[in-house]
């Protein structure tokens, strides 16, 4: 116990958690404890759990029992215990006396800071957002299936919060299904779940890390039914995407394919396709060709020729069954000459 210096910091470890109390293990026959009601948000909850790790300074000893704490609190600073808390850094409360030029005179126990004592509030912010930053780091790895709020749309995306922090769902990680607005899909305070696709944390500049999210990836592949789908098949689709290079037709929720320019009638090289066609209009096409490893499929308008085709040959097999000798068809009896 005479190992501890008042305002040294410790690493350790909570182990247990009672009314108003946190136990916290220091590798000796007794345990160490901190007030409870340091750990209390605005809530009422308290922030840490069983397991986590935290960081405290010692304040006191009285018998077997070791005193920590996450700040210091003013009623108990005197100059030797402020001098402690300078030379570790710990962090220490104090009331706001007076507003001055320059500041603000804050009372720490006895001594009155800002004249002899310079207090920065903004150091403890600074390291309680590192240290925010590297809890968060621990728990929100690339991988990880998370819940999270919606808080804002954009037009790239939305804003997701994560136990405080502000994550990023772009729009085309939504869903496999294309998404234009969205507005149409999310709306803020909705619940979502996702997995992490990137996550760049920066202890250095809190404010700097970036967390992004995919909703897709915990949607099953559309292509892996696209075996449902084959060459000839004709669909009413309606146009997702236009391009410079062609249009591109949904199939089916989260397939498109590309009716290519070159195929398109009444079109040059010189024709602006955003003029004369529109997103959302209705466009019949025929598949040619499907490239199930690119996820690609290659599609051309179905015309009116391919329906008179089909109308002639289903006209012929009618009248091929129907040839009993009641009805005569010529054509249909020079084909079998």
Not at 93 to 110: D, P, R, W, Y
């Amino acid at each position: 116990m005479k190992g501890f210096e008042i305002g040294q910091e410790v690493e350790t470890t909570v182990v247990q958690i009672s009314n108003d109390t946190v136990f916290i293990d220091l590798g000796l026959k007794s345990e160490g404890f901190v007030d409870k009601a340091e750990f209390i948000d605005s809530d009422g909850k308290c922030t840490v759990n069983e397991g986590d790790k935290i960081k405290v300074y010692f304040v006191s000893s009285n018998r077997d029992e070791l005193h920590f704490t996450t700040r210091l609190k003013g009623e108990n600073a005197d100059t030797n215990v402020l001098e402690s808390a300078f030379n570790s850094g710990l962090p220490v409360e104090g009331n706001v006396t007076a507003e001055i030029k320059g500041g603000f005179e804050v009372k720490i126990g006895s001594s009155r800071a800002f004249k002899n004592i310079i207090v920065s509030n903004r150091k403890v912010e600074e390291e309680a957002e590192v240290n925010k930053v590297n809890s968060l780091a621990e728990k929100l790895t690339v991988g990880s299936v998370v819940t999270g709020e919606v808080k804002s749309l954009q037009s790239y995306g939305a804003f997701i919060d994560l136990n405080g922090f502000q994550a990023l769902l772009p729009i085309s990680e939504i869903s496999h299904a294309r998404v234009n607005d969205v507005s149409e899909v999310l709306s803020v305070g909705q619940k979502i779940e996702a997995k992490i696709i990137k996550a760049e944390w920066n202890t250095s500049k809190p404010e700097r890390s970036k967390v992004s999210l995919s909703m897709k990836e915990l949607e099953k592949d559309p292509w892996d039914e696209v075996s449902s789908i084959n060459i000839g098949d004709k669909f009413t689709g309606k146009i997702a995407r236009i391009a410079a290079f062609g249009l591109f037709v949904n199939l089916k929720p989260g397939i498109d394919g590309l009716v290519h320019v070159s195929l398109l009638r009444d079109v040059n090289d010189k024709t602006n396709l955003a003029k004369k066609f529109k997103v959302g209009d209705t466009m019949e096409v025929v598949v040619q060709k499907i490239d199930a490893g690119e996820k690609r499929i290659s599609l051309a308008p179905a015309g009116e020729s391919d329906e008179e085709e089909d109308d002639a040959s289903d006209y012929l097999k009618k009248q091929d069954k129907a040839d009993d000798g009641e009805t005569y068809n010529p054509f249909a009896a020079l084909l079998k000459k």
